[in-house]
T-cell receptor, first 113, second 115 residues
Framework: GDSVTQMEGPVTLSEEAFLTINCTYT??????LFWYVQYPGEGLQLLLK?????DKGSNKGFEATYRKETTSFHLEKGSVQVSDSAVYFC????????????FGTGTSLTVIP | NAGVTQTPKFQVLKTGQSMTLQCAQDMNHNSMYWYRQDPGMGLRLIYY???????DKGEVPNGYNVSRLNKREFSLRLESAAPSQTSVYFCASIQKDRGGSYGYTFGSGTRLTVV
C-alpha cells in the first residue's frame, strides 16, 4: 500500500545551520507530495507541495524536490532559525484513491540560538 | 477568520463516557476529515466525508461514529470512551481541484484524555 517514511528525530541544530529531513515514499500511480509543519499546540499547516516529478516546492526558505527515480521528497533549508522549531510531516496524496493523505510519523526539529 | 474550528480544545473523560467532538469550516469545502495523532505514529485517518451526506471509514474507525450534518459541520462521536482513545484529534477540510488536490486546512486540535 501507499506509505511515507521520514527520518526519525528529534533533530537539534544550531541557528544558521543547514537542515535536511529525509522523506521517501511508496505509491502506485503518480502521487502529489507535501510537507506540513506543526508548531506547538497548533494544527498542521501546509509548508510546501509538489504535484509531479522534478517539481520543486518552496516556501519560507524551505525547499523540496519531487524525485521519482529515488522516490524521495527531502526537505531542506539553508539557514535555520529558532522560529523554525516545530514538527515536520511528509505526506502524499495518492492519485488513484481520491484525496486521502498518507502521513509520515513526523520529525521534531529544535533550533538553539 | 476563515478556517476550521474545533471544539472543545481539551477534554477529560472517564472510561465508558460518551462525547462528541465538533468541527466546522467556513471555506465551502466539500471534503472533511477526522484524524488522530499519537506519538511515533503520525496522523491516522478515522473517518472522512467526501461530500455532504456521505461518510466513509478510514484506517482506524473502530469505536467512533461521525455525522456530516451539513456542508460546514462534521462531528466525531465516541460512544463509550476507552483509554486507547486518548489522543489529539484533528479535523481538516479540503477542496479537490481538477488537477489533484490542495493541501488540507487543519483545525487546532482537541486533546482528549480518557482515564
Amino acid at each position: 500500500g501507499d506509505s511515507v517514511t521520514q527520518m526519525e528525530g528529534p533533530v537539534t541544530l544550531s541557528e544558521e545551520a543547514f537542515l535536511t529531513i529525509n522523506c521517501t515514499y511508496t505509491a502506485t500511480g503518480y502521487p502529489s507530495l507535501f510537507w506540513y509543519v506543526q508548531y506547538p499546540g497548533e494544527g498542521l499547516q501546509l509548508l510546501l507541495k509538489a504535484t509531479k516529478a522534478d517539481d520543486k516546492g518552496s516556501n519560507k526558505g524551505f525547499e523540496a524536490t519531487y524525485r521519482k527515480e529515488t522516490t524521495s521528497f527531502h526537505l531542506e533549508k539553508g539557514s535555520v532559525q529558532v522560529s523554525d522549531s516545530a514538527v515536520y510531516f511528509c505526506a502524499l496524496s495518492a492519485s488513484n484513491t481520491g484525496n486521502q493523505f498518507y502521513f509520515g510519523t513526523g520529525t521534531s526539529l529544535t533550533v538553539i540560538p | 477568520n476563515a478556517g476550521v474550528t474545533q471544539t472543545p480544545k481539551f477534554q477529560v473523560l472517564k472510561t465508558g463516557q460518551s462525547m462528541t467532538l465538533q468541527c466546522a469550516q467556513d471555506m465551502n469545502h466539500n471534503s472533511m476529515y477526522w484524524y488522530r495523532q499519537d506519538p511515533g505514529m503520525g496522523l491516522r485517518l478515522i473517518y472522512y466525508s467526501a461530500s455532504e451526506g456521505t461518510t466513509d471509514k478510514g484506517e482506524v474507525p473502530n469505536g467512533y461514529n461521525v455525522s456530516r450534518l451539513n456542508k460546514r459541520e462534521f462531528s466525531l462521536r465516541l460512544e463509550s470512551a476507552a483509554p486507547s482513545q486518548t489522543s489529539v484529534y484533528f479535523c481538516a477540510s479540503i477542496q479537490k481541484d481538477r488537477g489533484g488536490s490542495y493541501g488540507y486546512t487543519f483545525g487546532s486540535g482537541t486533546r482528549l484524555t480518557v482515564v
